[in-house]
């Protein structure tokens, strides 16, 4: 087995989006355009009501799937296929948009903390005019196990140390990416074993952890070498991170904001679609 190193590190940037909520990106910034499959990765979180109150209201995707995780919170998901559903703490919604969908997230609180995160997962040019679907996993049904005396993980989607997550296929026969959220209650080693045809990452957002000789901080992506095997150590208690990877799709990217395509003629057809009303029923 070879061991997987950082080949890279990036910062997120902060930025709006939707109504104007404050959040921090990391895939889909300057440093970090896409990470095949990967095109974006928002950190959003807030005491304050007034960085999240405006919330995403109704807006349209085409070509890729949306993955949001709640760590402290509520937020209520509606769409143009019918879906209407309420995140909460621990909790993970899992969007097909396919050839169309438009929907809106808005917060489900006036005060308190929200927390999360956003995911876009592109979608292969045989699966992008699928039909929109949408899962909705509470928190009480992703799988939770330990991985040492020291460390939990929940394994919201993917295969995982013979267990698997909760979110099923939603376009073609396509694997579901590993969503992994670890926790590491005191310091700890781990050895965990990867796949080498995935693209993994790794996101800090508590703590501290050392891949190999590099340090990663709290706020930090390294994106890994594609190797079978992983070793880590975290430094300090309480340290939280994201373990993420897909199977790269080695195919062309275009996008025009929410709109994810192989071409630019498909982009152009996506606009047509959305601006005649007819986004989710070509």
């Not at 997550?165 to 700890?188: E, H, I, R, W």
Request: charged letters at 20%; aromatic letters at 8%; proline letters at 6%.
């Amino acid at each position: 087995m070879t061991t997987a190193t950082v080949a890279k590190t990036v910062r997120g940037i902060a930025t709006q989006d939707g109504a104007g909520v404050k959040l921090s990106r990391i895939i889909g910034q300057r440093d970090l355009q896409n990470l095949d499959p990967f095109l974006m990765l928002d950190e959003f979180g807030s005491a304050s009501a007034q960085d999240y109150l405006p919330g995403f209201p109704s807006h349209p995707h085409r070509g890729f799937q949306t993955v949001t995780y709640m760590l402290q919170g509520k937020m209520r998901h509606r769409d143009s296929v019918g879906n209407d559903g309420v995140i909460e703490s621990g909790g993970i919604q899992w969007m097909n948009a396919g050839r169309g969908i438009i929907h809106e997230e808005m917060p489900e609180q006036q005060e308190g903390v929200l927390r999360g995160f956003q995911l876009w997962v592109n979608l292969p040019a045989k699966d992008k005019m699928s039909a929109p679907n949408y899962q909705d996993i509470p928190a009480s049904e992703v799988t939770v196990f330990d991985v040492t005396d020291n460390t939990e993980v929940r394994l919201l989607s993917g295969e995982f140390l013979e267990h698997s997550g909760p979110v099923k296929p939603l376009a073609g026969d396509n694997p579901t990416p590993l969503f992994t959220d670890f926790c590491s209650y005191q310091p700890d080693s781990l050895e965990l074993v990867l796949q080498s045809d995935m693209q993994y990452f790794i996101y800090v957002y508590e703590g501290r952890l050392v891949v190999g000789s590099e340090v990663v901080d709290k706020g930090e992506l390294a994106v890994l070498s594609r190797d079978d095997a992983l070793r880590l150590e975290t430094q300090v208690a309480n340290t939280r991170w994201l373990l993420i990877g897909g199977k790269p799709l080695n195919e062309p990217i275009v996008q025009y904001g929410p709109f994810v395509m192989n071409t630019e003629a498909e982009i152009h057809q996506a606009l047509q679609d959305y601006q005649q009303n007819r986004l989710t029923t070509v």
